[in-house]
């Protein structure tokens, strides 16, 4: 029995890259190996009664029939039952992770991993490891990230009772479509396990989720960065798990994913509705203004009123899609963005203020016209349809104004370079 515990089978293995240094005449692929090059393999899961020999078996099986030399290493975030033991009895590499959660069990066998190459997948049987040659090919191929396909779109396969019906019509479809859609990922299966990439490619993503989203941020980065991803197609089996059932949660999971690449993609979650609310307030100001009248509807006051929270609504969201996409880049959860850095050498803290104050300046003009109108009248009644023209665009100037200024210092704190 497992208490929370993530597992991982590493294997490293030798490969033809940068012909030197003779090995004796050993053929992969019918080619000449002259320098050796360690190549890991890498399968994390939480496993329960998932018998793990299995799967470092069928590893190194795969590794054997397949001419690549190699070892298994077993990253441990606190298993309770014998799985460290059985791996070192199958010639397996034990290592200690001392945070839990799947994305620092990853951390710490991919760290440990003294590879070119690495292959993760789930150890809960889920997964036949005697495929793996397919993804060592494609990267000694040239691509850096090598993500298995599950799903018929792909090529893959899955057995009865091996994917819930929600996931496999449903979850994983979308989430594969979102990430073809926003971050141009070229894969169809999202949530495979099993995936292969260059550990020279996982050091420049510089990962930093510590839980579930681990695997969701290298397919982001990754793409982001114009790394080369490609898929192969693989065969998804029943979870081998007997203790309990599996650990993800439906809808738990798949919130988590979605808000997620909404914090990876300010845009969808903040510019596009940005974008309906400020054209809403713009088109409630264009017909307002002028009192115009359509049919039997006419636009007056109330319709500024509207039009003014949509504007502020609108605004705000704009300024939340700075402050996300500036803190996930200065934080490395996104890569630099050439984007926002040509942003920031147009809108800086200055330029900020200095707009923030003509803002001020405006609707404090347009507050005190208001006044004066009052002032004329002997500070009576006031005729409210003339007066709100001046009323309402003053205090949404102004409102922008505060919110520019404070938004411009707040910003400038979170662009700034630390260590």
């Known amino acids: 029995m497992l208490a929370n515990a993530s597992l991982g089978i590493v294997l490293r293995h030798d490969d033809e890259f940068d ?14 190996v002259t320098r050796r090059q360690r190549q890991q393999l890498r399968f994390p899961s939480v496993i329960g009664h998932a018998d793990p020999q299995d799967a470092i078996e069928k590893a190194q099986r795969a590794l054997r029939e397949n001419n690549i030399k190699g070892e298994v290493v077993v990253a441990d975030n606190g298993s309770t039952d014998a799985s460290r033991t059985i791996a070192e009895k199958q010639e397996a590499r034990a290592v200690l992770v001392n945070e839990p959660g799947y994305g620092n069990a990853l951390m710490g066998g991919i760290a440990a991993a003294r590879g070119r190459f690495v292959i993760i997948g789930d150890a809960d049987a889920s997964y036949d490891f005697l495929e793996t040659p397919k993804i060592v090919e494609k990267l000694r191929a040239g691509f850096d990230l090598v993500q298995g396909c599950r799903l018929p779109v792909g ?7 091996a994917m819930p019906f929600l996931h496999r019509w449903i979850g994983n479809p979308f989430f594969s479509f979102l990430v073809r859609k926003w971050f141009r990922a070229p894969i ?3 949530y495979c396990g099993l995936r292969g990439f260059s550990k020279a490619m996982y050091e420049r993503l510089d990962q930093r989720c510590t839980g579930m989203e681990f695997a969701t941020e290298m397919i982001i980065k990754a793409s982001l960065l114009g790394e080369k991803i490609t898929g192969v197609p693989i065969t998804l089996h029943p979870d081998g798990r007997t203790s ?5 949660k439906t809808f738990r999971d798949g919130w988590r994913t979605f808000r997620y690449f909404l914090m990876c993609s300010p845009r969808w979650l903040f510019v596009v509705p940005s974008a309906i609310f400020i054209a809403f307030g713009l088109l409630g100001y264009l017909v307002a203004m002028p009192s115009l009248s359509i049919r039997r509807g006419s636009f007056d006051a109330h319709t500024l ?14 300024l939340f899609a700075v402050f996300a996409k500036t803190f996930a880049v200065t934080e490395g959860f996104l890569p ?3 984007h926002l850095e040509r942003f920031f050498e147009i809108v800086n803290l200055e330029r900020g203020l200095v707009v923030a104050g003509l803002a001020l300046l405006a609707g404090g003009a347009l507050l005190l016209a208001a006044i004066r109108q009052w002032w004329l009248t002997g500070f009576g009644h006031l005729d409210y349809a003339y007066t709100m023209r001046f009323v309402v665009p003053g205090a949404t100037l102004v409102a922008l104004g505060f919110q520019t200024v404070f938004s411009s210092f707040f910003v400038s704190i979170l662009g700034m370079r630390r260590k």
């Open 188 to 190: 169809n299966d999202v």
């Open 19 to 32: 012909f030197a240094d003779r090995l004796g005449g050993i053929a992969i692929d019918g080619r000449e």
């Open 244 to 248: 309990h059932a599996p650990h993800l």
């Open 336 to 338: 630099p963005d050439r």
């Open 305 to 318: 009123l509207f039009a003014s929270l949509a504007i502020l609504c609108g605004y705000q969201c704009i």
């Open 155 to 161: 090529g893959g396969s899955i057995r009865p009772g």
